[in-house]
């Protein structure tokens, strides 16, 4: 199954593809000379379609991707049983050791103790698979549900100082079921 | 054909000293911290070892300088140009560089005998809680640094609107408001001026947000009873780094617009949808900011929505009318490909190929899995290696270029393919590590991510060797004889 990276990838590597084809089309031509009003005449319909075929991409992606709105309201109560408080320092992260269950919303309850961090929150194969802010004087609310069981991982996504790079905690799920009390 | 070298470019003595300074330390800088960023990657690689400590100084210089290096000579491209539609003073343009250079000296002297390393982007409260790593005192030094640099430019910016308002009446006249909505557009009214005044207005109104976080950091460093807002100070942080950084795009595009004629032979006189372009971009670049703390849940939701949409607005209007104009410009116009043009064609294909990952992450849904890991630096320095660079190395190359219209070098060519090649592979290797989910920012790294990090380690060879090439040509060319036209 693709990933959001696969596909921001296979976007990325297109798009970039696309924008070479259409300069090597230019550069290979550019040393052939023809009527510059000609060029401009053909150039200017173009650039009508090119720049409402931009627009209606943006709009339809904008729409698209924005509802529904991909972050958690932060004052609307979750309703989750799992709510997690975390806590980020320099240079670790303090987490209760309670259970988490797979299937269940689990609500992160970020901050920071001292700077700011990024709370990263990676699977057992190094993917990220989502994020939040962790910063002093403010609680960020992250919505996540554990699609499998099994030992996940915390690395820090905001330059916090000299051992940013070793900042991590790991979090175990377990199956459903298995963790109520 | 239009005149590639126009008398009204004609440099003073003095002028050419000043431009001189600017470019060659320009291009020594670039080479300078262009091998901070090779140490960094090699050090990721686990092909050199440097400690921890000295990774993030050498990043914290690596940052500062470069956003700073490219202001410094951007500001160049736009003071060269723009100083044949109005008077500017040649003090204040020395003004400038003094400034730079003081503030680069202190910046330097900070991370590496301050040792601070709390990287360009100072975020609040990082410079004060090193954990002992640095003193509040060097954290002090960088932000005096930061804050006489900004001097330097704001005197600049300054100076120009004077200028620009002494002989256009005002900054609306100036951008061609006047002809948004009807009116004959002069022909004739300089694209220099329009994208010139748009950047005094932003970056003055950018500098000026990031001098206040920076004294009120200050002020927090020596009295710690004084406590800011995170929250608000990154919003101001990052307000002053989004706009500057865009300010230097939009100074070196000048070069592009007054040169493209000169080697294409087909002179563009100012149009409606131009003028739009540049005042949709006014608003936009100053808005746009929020795209950065998509990840700030906190923020308020308008905020994080007008960021998405900013970014996908802001690459439409001056990027996408500018390769438009110079992909048209460029086709079947008969035209020699000279290292100006060549540069000129890079630096728009690096800019528009690296718009792509920006705009793509600017997407709050792809921003969850994308933010601040390689991914950012990938497409930064697609844009900023591929494009802005490229474009300013257009601007010097023309300066020593003479009337004998010299075909491109063996040495120039090899250089090109260098650059090119090595540029690619570069910034791939981020995108792919980006790709990976590799952090930024990591001093040390995973042994699965290294083989991007070796990859690109060899791109980066190749492009400090290109970049050395180049410098050297033209810094030989400007010493030897007098910059512009001869």
Same mark, same amino acid.
């Given at each position: 199954m693709m990933t959001i990276q696969d596909e921001v990838g296979v976007l990325t590597l297109a798009g970039i593809a696309g924008v070479a084809l259409v300069f090597l089309y230019v550069i290979h031509g550019a040393t052939r000379q023809a009527d510059a009003a000609r060029v401009e005449a053909r150039a200017g319909a173009i650039q009508k379609w090119f720049f409402l075929g931009l627009l209606v991409l943006g709009a339809g992606v904008t729409a698209a991707t924005l509802a529904p709105f991909p972050i958690p309201d932060q004052r609307a109560p979750v309703g989750t049983r799992h709510v997690v408080d975390v806590v980020g320092h320099q240079w670790g992260w303090r987490l209760p050791p309670g259970p988490i269950e797979a299937g269940v919303p689990v609500e992160f309850r970020v901050t920071s103790a001292d700077v700011n961090h990024g709370f990263g929150l990676y699977d057992s194969s190094g993917r990220l698979l989502a994020q939040t802010q962790a910063m002093p004087g403010v609680t960020n609310r992250l919505v996540y549900t554990f699609a499998r069981p099994g030992r996940y991982r915390v690395l820090c996504l905001e330059y916090c100082g000299l051992v940013h790079y070793g900042m991590s905690a790991e979090i175990v799920v377990s199956a459903a079921g298995d963790a109520r009390p | 054909m239009s005149t590639r070298y126009p008398a009204s470019e004609t440099l003073t003595r003095g002028e050419r000293r000043a431009l001189n300074l600017y470019l060659v330390s320009g291009l020594l800088l670039f080479i300078l911290l262009m091998s901070f960023g090779l140490t960094m990657r090699l050090a990721q690689s686990a092909w050199i070892a440097i400690t921890p400590n000295h990774f993030y100084q050498i990043m914290t210089a690596h940052g500062a300088g470069m956003v700073g290096t490219v202001g410094l000579a951007s500001s160049a491209v736009m003071w060269f140009f723009l100083r044949k539609y109005v008077r500017l003073s040649l003090p204040v343009f020395v003004a400038n560089y003094a400034c730079f250079m003081l503030g680069a000296a202190l910046l330097l002297g900070a991370t590496f !005998? &301050?040792?601070?390393? &709390? *990287?360009? #982007? $100072? /975020?609040?409260p990082l410079p004060v809680h090193s954990m002992g790593v640095w003193s509040a005192g060097a954290a002090a030094v960088f932000m005096v640094g930061y804050l006489i640099m900004g001097l330097g430019f704001l005197l600049f910016y300054l100076d120009a609107m004077r200028a620009i308002v002494r002989v256009y009446g005002n900054l609306g006249r100036a951008l061609g408001l006047q002809w948004l909505f009807g009116? #004959?557009? =002069?022909? @004739?009214?300089p694209a220099t001026v329009v994208a010139s005044t748009m950047v005094i207005i932003v970056n003055s109104l950018g500098i000026l947000g990031g001098a206040v976080v920076l004294v009120m950091s200050l002020v927090n460093a020596y009295a +710690?009873?004084? !406590?800011?807002d995170a929250l608000f100070a990154k919003n101001l942080t990052y307000f002053f780094g989004h706009v500057f950084v865009n300010s230097s795009i939009y100074m070196a595009v000048i070069g592009v617009y007054e040169l493209l004629p000169r080697y294409t032979g087909r002179p563009w006189s100012m149009s409606r949808p131009f003028l739009w372009a540049w005042a949709a971009n006014t608003v936009l670049v100053l808005i746009v900011y929020p795209h950065h703390l998509? %990840?700030? $849940? *906190? %923020?308020?939701r308008w905020a994080m929505i007008i960021g998405q949409i900013a970014s996908y607005g802001e690459g439409l209007p001056v990027f996408a009318a500018t390769a438009y104009l110079v992909l048209t410009n460029v086709h079947h116009s008969g035209l020699r490909w000279r290292m100006p043009i060549v540069l000129i064609v890079l630096a728009i294909f690096g800019w528009s190929a690296g718009i792509v990952p920006a705009i793509i992450d600017g997407t709050i849904s792809v921003n969850r899995v %994308?933010?601040? #890991? /390689?991914w950012v630096p990938g497409h930064f320095h697609f844009y900023l290696l591929l494009g802005v660079l490229p474009m300013l190395l257009a601007f010097m190359y023309h300066l020593i &270029? &003479? @009337? *004998? =219209?010299?075909?491109? +070098?063996r040495g120039d060519e090899l250089g090109l393919t260098a650059y090119l090649v090595g540029g690619l592979t570069f910034v791939g290797m981020f995108l792919a590590g980006g790709h990976a989910s590799e952090p930024r920012r990591y001093a040390v790294h995973f042994a699965e991510w290294r083989p991007y990090d070796q990859a690109a380690s060899i791109g980066a060879v190749l492009v400090i060797a290109a970049m050395l090439l180049f410098a050297a040509r033209i810094a030989r060319g400007l010493l030897r004889a007098p910059a512009g036209p001869r």
């Open positions: - | !005998v &301050g040792r601070f390393g &709390g *990287a360009w #982007t $100072f /975020l609040y009116g #004959t557009i =002069d022909p @004739r009214h +710690s009873e004084f !406590v800011l998509l %990840m700030d $849940f *906190a %923020m308020p %994308m933010h601040n #890991t /390689l &270029g &003479g @009337r *004998a =219209d010299e075909p491109i +070098s």
